[in-house]
């Protein structure tokens, strides 16, 4: 079994910062791809930024420039870093792994239980 923990959301004003960490845990033989998906109320859940083992990531249009996604593949960790924050980033953040849990290379997708961000005009 693997579990993703998430932690660093709350409460920012309008242009203030936050970082969010998702540490993965359990069965664990390696995990490829990492990325982070929020889904605000009403809406569709959406990726937010993406990143691979190598380190290449990609980013929705809406937060180029604003949001920074990282790993620390020693710690099997994400993080986001979020500045100049807007009212629209309000959403739950889930942060999602593609872990391969054997050696013979068996891939699932896991999520995190999410971490509220809101953002105050």
């Known amino acids: 079994q693997v579990q993703l923990v998430e932690s660093g959301g709350g409460l920012v004003q309008a242009g203030g910062s936050l970082r969010l960490s998702c540490a993965a845990s359990g069965s664990i033989f390696s995990i490829n791809a990492m990325g982070w998906y929020r889904q605000a109320p009403g809406k569709q859940r959406e990726l937010v930024a993406g990143?691979?083992?190598?380190?290449?990531?990609d980013y929705a249009d809406s937060v180029k420039g604003r949001f920074t996604i990282s790993r620390d593949n020693a710690k099997n960790t994400v993080y986001l870093q979020m500045n100049s924050l807007k009212p629209e980033d309000t959403a739950i953040y889930y942060c999602?792994?593609?872990?391969?849990?054997?050696?013979?290379?068996?891939?699932?997708?896991?999520w995190g239980q999410g971490t509220q961000v809101t953002v105050s005009s």
């Open positions: 990143i691979t083992t190598g380190g290449s990531t």
């Open positions: 999602n792994a593609k872990v391969v849990i054997n050696t013979r290379g068996h891939q699932y997708g896991y």
